[in-house]
């Protein structure tokens, strides 16, 4: 359970691993409701009451004059919500795109290399090794393998870059490390 990879990153390859990171950091990282369940109950519930509202001109039932005044802008809230969220999913790729061509480091090959001790790479600038347990969590993503050093930094590994046999070797070098795969509660 050892293997390295070299490669040469491309903008494709840095835009997907970011999308990868958005898509790990929106969905639920404890079993549970998560936005999207509370989206739909929310809507399950509000929106008969502004539709029986604007329909009517006033409310069919006692109180529902209230319920209206109340729903509409809760509905209005929860679109806003999901736009700000859309709009962050659009914007990755842009600048995604802008951060790749601005870091020097990224235009030249570099390895990574994976033991039973840790993640190892190497770039223009020099070598490292973080032991697994360093890490706070990884994630196989669609198209990358990320390792979280923290919430929000992660170092990954392109798919791409990767033959199947690599792939399947690395998840299992880094289920042997006992790196969390979520969050320590």
Known sequence: MAGEISFQLTEDDFVAAHRDWLRD??????????????????LIFFLPFVWLGSASGRGMLPGQNDLY????????????????????????????????????????????????????SQTAHGASLIPWNEFYRWHAGEHSFLFFADELMFYFIPRSALSNAQAQDLEATVNAGEVPLRPPA
């Open 25 to 42: 950091r929106f969905s639920p990282k404890r079993p549970g409701l998560d936005a999207r369940h509370i989206s739909v109950l929310i």
């Open 69 to 120: 005044a109340i729903a509409l802008p809760i509905l209005l809230g929860l679109a806003f919500f999901w736009l700000c969220r859309l709009s962050v999913y659009v914007s990755v790729p842009r600048v995604a795109r802008r951060v790749f061509r601005q870091r020097a480091s990224f235009q030249r090959a570099m390895s990574f290399a994976w033991t039973e001790q840790g993640l190892g």
